[in-house]
């Protein structure tokens, strides 16, 4: 068995792999596709809400400090004011004088300058066409919509372009329910919307896309501390989940890239197939949220010690994740290919947690009460975890099916089943068979998946 290459990976093969294997498709596609958007399909739908679970079991289920919020996505006007959003949520926009007339960030322009030896002052030119480049202009990144049936300013909403927004004006009232002080977080999951001028790399930047995202509330003494404490936990929730940890890194943002709200920021970066890029933020927001909207609605936004009467505005640590950009890291870190028995197989090597299917239920042959019994079998273990039944097609397509959508464990189904009740069963990566009785398969499947997983493509 030789493996063709564990870093196999390159963006078109997953985009072709997704929508082969039903997990991504372009959105709309049958007007021709929306630009840069992406529907979910089943296995996709599946994986993605399996990070967010893992996410969620992370940062919520297995910690004291921290509650769950799910705010709304039309906010109040005035919290982008406050915000500093309406106006300083904006990129560079230029456009190109020349043939192409298309518009890029000048900001990746002068990175992309940068890194390939340019002076800093070099005149920028169109990357498609060569062409002259118009004056830069800010361009703000949020959607508006208007809420009712008048279109005028009064009714000017928007669609937020992160949660954290909905975690900062719900402190008061989280404060006041969760029983909870400083040190402690609100996390929360949901879709945020921008504008992008470039989205692009498939999932990586789209326009609607959904966060994870944590605001943790420290004294303000002790923030620098909590920053570097999240930033070990959260590389820590990618490594466990099976990334290698050289394809992860931390680098902290210079001054001239922090955002309107920021004293530090480093993000958590992927070797995706395009290169390093931000997988996650890490943000030390300080107290500027929370300040603001006191400012802005008149609320007290602070803490009062009841023992000691002591009151203080929180700081704030945000590690700010896309469940989207996760789930593609996931898929890139897990694809492989290699040969076996002479034939290629193409493998998502994904953690067993993360799996949209853990196990494939697969009669030898269609005949000799072999699917009825396969079926049988399948319905017992999908009440434990998520299977699936597949009788059509030989057995080795079904297996690269299942090994495509990254299934850890296949049971077979074969003559011997109908004799001694024993089942077949494989491992996905080792491609190792166990014969076993029927009787002990759920116990032996809810063991492994609760075991310590590490990615095989680590030597
Ligand atoms: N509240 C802070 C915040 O929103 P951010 O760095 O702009 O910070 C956090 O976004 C994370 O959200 C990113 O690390 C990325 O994973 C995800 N994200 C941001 N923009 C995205 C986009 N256009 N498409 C997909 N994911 C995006």
Request: proline share 5%.
């Amino acid at each position: 068995m030789a493996t063709i290459g564990s870093d196999a990976a390159t963006m078109d093969k997953i985009v072709a792999l997704c929508k082969r294997r039903g997990f991504i498709f372009q959105s709309s596609e049958i007007y021709g596709g929306l630009a840069s958007t992406y529907d979910y399909g089943h296995y996709g739908v599946l994986l993605k809400t399996n990070v967010k679970a893992e996410w969620w079991r992370a940062v919520v289920q297995e910690r004291d400090d921290m509650v769950a919020l799910d705010a709304a996505i039309l906010m109040h006007p005035k919290t982008w004011e406050a915000s500093g959003h309406l106006e300083g949520f904006t990129d560079p926009l230029v456009q190109c004088l020349g043939t192409c007339k298309r518009r890029w960030r000048e900001d990746h322009l002068r990175e992309q300058a940068a890194a390939e030896g340019a002076d800093s002052d070099a005149e920028l030119r169109c990357p498609e066409c060569g062409g002259e480049l118009s004056e830069p202009r800010q361009f703000n990144l949020m959607f508006e919509t208007h809420m009712g049936p008048v279109q005028d300013e009064g009714s000017r909403v928007f669609l937020r372009p992160e949660t954290a927004q909905g975690i900062f004006v719900n402190f008061k009232n989280v404060l006041q329910f969760a029983r909870k002080r400083p040190p402690f977080g609100i996390a929360q999951v949901g879709k945020a919307f921008r504008n992008e001028i470039t989205p692009g790399n498939f999932i990586f930047r789209t326009r609607e896309f959904e966060q994870m995202e944590i605001e943790f509330f420290v004294p303000p003494a002790d923030a620098e501390s909590w920053h570097e404490r999240w930033m070990e936990e959260r590389m820590a929730w990618y490594t466990e989940l099976g990334i290698r940890p050289d394809h992860l890194r931390l680098r902290e943002h210079g001054p001239d890239e922090l955002s309107h709200y920021s004293s530090a920021t480093s993000d958590i970066e992927y070797l995706f197939p395009m290169g390093w890029s931000e997988l996650e933020g890490l943000a030390n927001r300080g107290d500027f949220d929370l300040t603001q909207h006191a400012r802005s609605s008149g609320e007290k936004l602070e803490y009062v010690d009841s023992a000691s009467g002591e009151r203080y505005v929180p700081h704030v640590i945000e590690p700010s994740a896309g469940a989207d950009r996760a789930a593609l890291a996931y898929m890139v870190d897990a694809y492989d290919e290699e040969e076996v028995e002479g034939r290629e197989r193409v493998v998502l090597r994904l953690h067993p947690r993360l799996a949209p299917v853990k196990v494939a239920v697969l009669p030898l042959v269609n005949k000799d009460g072999q699917p009825e019994r396969a079926r049988a079998i399948y319905e017992d273990l999908r009440r434990r975890l998520p299977a699936e039944y597949d009788v059509g097609g030989s057995i080795g397509k079904r297996y690269r099916r299942q090994d495509e959508i990254g299934t850890p464990w296949g049971v077979t189904v074969d003559h011997q089943t109908l004799e001694d009740d024993t089942v077949t069963l494989r491992d996905r990566d080792s491609l190792e068979q166990t014969r076993l009785p029927i009787a002990a398969l759920g116990d032996e499947l809810s063991d492994r998946l609760l075991a310590p997983w590490r990615s095989p493509k680590l030597t």
